[in-house]
């Protein structure tokens, strides 16, 4: 529920323009002409305006918003993502994609989940979910690599190694952590169920989707970068070098690209920790691989970057990045609310939220308009 949009106008403007001038021009400052709009804050029932923090028990947030809004595609995203059943997560999934067809995140996480069964049959079932992204989202690397492995099972070794095998056409893309940030405040907010206190369940939610398994990605790749062509046996120094080249150029550039776009749960550290690793394995690799042909000057520019990168990465971890201070200090800063006001309504306490800078930073967030049912 918002306030009537004439309420914030002055009186004199009011009356000047013409309605139909007003209504137009409310509706691209709510809705923008870019194809996003703005979250919605969800006032609070009567009911719990006086409650006190201490005897407040909001219900299980995903839970109410399926008994509310059962038919939203980010609501059976979330579900399969909390589900701890391959069978119940696969068939949330579908569930998602049948709401909201044509979403590279959905096929992105339902391709996941096949190939990280070890059933061949199972895996291969893959493919369409994956060609389902690509068709969506053409442009990223993180896409690729998985390609790269479905080929690799296909038997299809030359067409896996091409997609590295020139580094200057290397995609960038993302990790989707921050389509999943956009989907989970646009669910909570088109729900009717997003205020300063439920943005803790948001977090702690966001907080829960597992990583994906890209071990078993990197080590897949090792054969891209090791097997030689039937046709070709020895051609492996050119080619196994150039597509563990690209794949460097790949992490690096999901690196870069994790710092940009707005973005209120994460600072972007999942897709740096992916570019890390993309960095780390096919550096290891170059190195034990000139090292093999007694390329002394490879293997010394290959070491160098390897010795570059595990530093840069354990300064990364050693800062501890899962940890924003600014998502921490807002569960915290609630928890201290709680504990050292329980006598405070949540009315009050909200407020001290809103000044919080989590608060503010989701607030000013835009999600895409398609994403509404």
Same mark, same amino acid.
């Given at each position: !529920?918002?306030?009537?949009?004439?309420?914030?106008?002055?009186?004199?403007?009011?009356?000047?323009?013409?309605?139909?001038?007003?209504?137009?021009?409310?509706?691209?400052?709510?809705?923008?002409?870019?194809?996003?709009? @703005?979250?919605?804050?969800? =006032?609070?029932? =009567?009911?719990?305006?006086?409650?006190?923090?201490?005897?407040?028990?909001?219900?299980?947030?995903?839970?109410?918003?399926?008994? &509310?809004?059962?038919?939203d595609w980010r609501l059976h995203l979330f579900r399969a993502l909390m589900d701890t059943s391959w069978s119940g997560k696969v068939e949330s999934l579908r569930r998602a994609d049948s709401l909201h067809p044509g979403e590279p995140l959905i096929a992105y996480e339902l391709c996941?989940?096949?190939?990280?069964?070890?059933? =061949?049959?199972?895996?291969?079932?893959?493919?369409? &979910?994956?060609?389902?992204?690509?068709?969506?989202?053409?442009?990223?690397?993180?896409?690729?690599?998985?390609?790269?492995?479905?080929?690799?099972?296909?038997?299809?070794?030359?067409?896996?190694? @091409?997609?590295?095998?020139?580094?200057?056409?290397? =995609?960038?893309?993302?990790?989707?952590?921050?389509?999943?940030?956009?989907?989970?405040?646009?669910?909570?907010?088109?729900?009717?169920?997003?205020?300063?206190?439920?943005?803790?369940?948001?977090?702690?939610?966001?907080?829960?989707?597992?990583?994906?398994?890209?071990?078993?990605?990197?080590?897949?790749?090792?054969?891209?970068?090791? #097997?030689?062509?039937?046709?070709?046996?020895?051609?492996?120094?050119?080619?196994?070098?150039?597509?563990?080249?690209?794949?460097?150029?790949?992490?690096?550039?999901?690196?870069?690209? #994790?710092?940009?776009?707005?973005?209120?749960?994460?600072?972007?550290?999942?897709?740096? #920790?992916?570019?890390?690793?993309?960095?780390?394995?096919?550096?290891?690799?170059?190195?034990?691989?000139?090292?093999?042909?007694?390329?002394?000057?490879?293997?010394?520019?290959?070491?160098?970057?390897?010795?570059?990168?595990?530093?840069?990465?354990?300064?990364?971890?050693?800062?501890?990045? &899962?940890?924003?201070?600014?998502?921490?200090?807002?569960?915290?800063? &609630?928890?201290?609310?709680?504990?050292?006001?329980?006598?405070?309504?949540?009315?009050?306490?909200?407020?001290? @939220?809103?000044?919080?800078?989590?608060?503010?930073?989701? !607030?000013? !967030?835009?999600?895409?308009?398609?994403?509404?049912?």
């Open positions: !529920m918002t306030r009537s949009a004439k309420a914030f106008l002055p009186k004199s403007l009011v009356l000047a323009v013409p309605m139909g001038a007003i209504l137009i021009g409310v509706g691209l400052v709510l809705g923008g002409c870019d194809g996003r709009r @703005a979250l919605r804050e969800t =006032p609070l029932p =009567p009911s719990q305006e006086k409650v006190a923090l201490e005897r407040f028990q909001p219900p299980e947030a995903l839970e109410q918003i399926g008994d &509310w809004y059962p038919h996941l989940a096949f190939l990280d069964r070890e059933e =061949p049959e199972v895996e291969r079932q893959a493919r369409p &979910w994956l060609d389902k992204a690509l068709a969506a989202d053409p442009g990223n690397g993180v896409l690729r690599v998985m390609e790269a492995y479905v080929l690799l099972k296909e038997g299809r070794l030359p067409q896996a190694r @091409a997609l590295f095998m020139d580094a200057r056409r290397i =995609p960038g893309g993302d990790f989707y952590y921050p389509r999943l940030e956009e989907a989970l405040v646009g669910l909570f907010s088109d729900s009717r169920h997003l205020n300063p206190y439920t943005l803790t369940e948001a977090v702690e939610l966001y907080r829960r989707v597992p990583f994906p398994p890209f071990e078993k990605f990197i080590d897949i790749l090792y054969s891209v970068f090791l #097997s030689p062509l039937p046709e070709h046996p020895y051609d492996i120094r050119i080619r196994g070098r150039d597509a563990a080249k690209g794949l460097f150029h790949l992490g690096s550039r999901l690196r870069v690209q #994790s710092y940009s776009g707005p973005k209120a749960l994460s600072g972007g550290y999942e897709q740096r #920790s992916l570019g890390f690793m993309f960095q780390l394995k096919s550096s290891e690799f170059l190195t034990l691989f000139y090292r093999t042909f007694e390329d002394t000057a490879g293997a010394s520019a290959a070491y160098g970057d390897l010795v570059d990168v595990q530093k840069e990465y354990e300064a990364f971890m050693a800062s501890q990045p &899962w940890q924003d201070t600014t998502v921490t200090a807002y569960l915290d800063n &609630w928890s201290g609310l709680i504990k050292g006001h329980p006598s405070m309504t949540l009315t009050e306490a909200e407020g001290e @939220a809103r000044k919080w800078t989590l608060w503010k930073r989701v !607030m000013a !967030m835009r999600v895409p308009e398609k994403d509404s049912p």
